[in-house]
């Protein structure tokens, strides 16, 4: 359980991490925020990394991990669905109003791209 919110935890922090957050936290004004939230998510990592070793001992510890993972998923998608915001904006300008299936594709090339 450990390792899968550590992984999640991981990918979260590269997320914040990005060029893409931090272009959007300035212009959301979230700069801040996305700090604290950053080096939070790097101080639950060291926790996470000194409960791995005691969860096979421990059920509460277990359950915690369990509910951790939970919330780390639901970072994870908030962070996806910016990302996801972040690109339609840059999209539709460029190739106009579209149905959900060019825009999908659309987006996918400039992932490719970047």
């Known amino acids: 359980m450990a390792e ?3 992984s999640t935890i991981g990918n979260v922090i590269l997320k914040l ?6 272009e959007f936290s300035l212009a959301s ?6 700090k ?3 080096h939070t998510m790097s101080i639950i990592r060291e926790v996470l990394l000194d409960a ?3 969860q096979a ?3 509460l510890l277990r359950l915690w991990l369990g509910q951790l993972n939970d ?3 639901d970072a994870e998608d908030v962070l996806d669905e910016i990302e996801y915001q972040d690109l339609r904006r840059q999209v539709v300008p460029t190739y106009g109003s579209t149905s959900t299936k060019e825009l999908i594709m659309s987006i996918k090339t ?4 970047a």
């Not at 004004?29 to 996305?34: A, P, T, V």
């Open 52 to 54: 791995r070793k005691k």
């Open 110 to 113: 400039l992932i490719v791209e």
């Open 17 to 22: 991490g990005s060029i893409a957050y931090q």
């Open 29 to 34: 004004g979230f700069k801040s925020d996305l």
């Open 71 to 73: 919330v780390l998923h």
């Open 4 to 6: 899968l919110a550590f």
């Open 36 to 38: 604290k939230l950053e």
């Open 57 to 59: 001992s421990n059920s």
